[in-house]
């Protein structure tokens, strides 16, 4: 877990690399590596048992989008978002190009976490959770949020808080109406 001192050292080093600050940059990443290793072996752990991507791989592709945006570091908790959604991106674009190889292949299976949006036992894959999660974000971009934050970033619900400038209570609000409508599409959609 980062020590409140990670914490700050963090945010100090986004803004210097934000500022043009190269350095910053190699500074910023041994600080980071443990916290995103962990949230790509999560990711991973939430795919299929034969997935091809390892968290280190995964990782890797990330650091490489990473330093490449163009992004105004705000904090940590900004930085980990943006993370969690390059993450994201990084599963769906190689579920997509396995996808494409096999011509329509099999079902994905993935746990997203383990409330009731989608379980092991649910038929509902990686493409499908980010076509329903693209459909909530076109009714509800906040709700859209909130899930990619808290199940996909791994950010604590204050901390999703923080980064949505909206309190802890309407976190645990609207998640509960977004897994419950992210259920009801991905059973709609297996139906």
């Known amino acids: 877990m980062e020590r409140a001192m990670d914490r700050?050292?963090?945010t100090q080093l986004l803004h210097q690399w934000s500022g043009g600050d190269k350095a910053a940059l190699d500074a910023l990443m041994p600080v980071v590596y443990d916290q995103l290793h962990r949230l790509a072996s999560r990711c991973i752990r939430a795919e299929r048992p034969d997935h091809t991507l390892r968290a280190t791989a995964l990782v890797h592709e990330a650091y490489l989008r990473l330093i490449d945006a163009d992004v105004a570091w705000q904090d940590r908790v900004?930085?980990?978002a943006v993370s969690a959604r390059i993450l994201r991106r990084i599963l769906v674009d190689h579920a997509?190009?396995?996808?494409?190889?096999k011509r329509g292949g099999g079902a994905e299976m993935i746990p997203l976490d383990e409330a009731v949006v989608v379980g092991p036992e649910s038929p509902a894959g990686l493409l499908?959770?980010?076509m329903a999660l693209k459909q909530l974000e076109l009714q509800d971009k906040r709700k859209s949020e909130i899930v990619e934050l808290l199940c996909f970033g791994g950010l604590t619900y204050d901390e999703a808080a923080a980064a949505l400038d909206i309190s802890p209570a309407t976190v645990h609000r609207e998640i509960k109406l977004a897994k419950a409508w992210l259920h009801r599409e991905l059973s709609l959609g297996t139906s």
């Open 8 to 10: 700050a050292t963090i």
């Open 78 to 80: 900004h930085f980990f």
């Open 96 to 101: 997509k190009s396995n996808r494409r190889q």
């Open 128 to 130: 499908e959770l980010d």
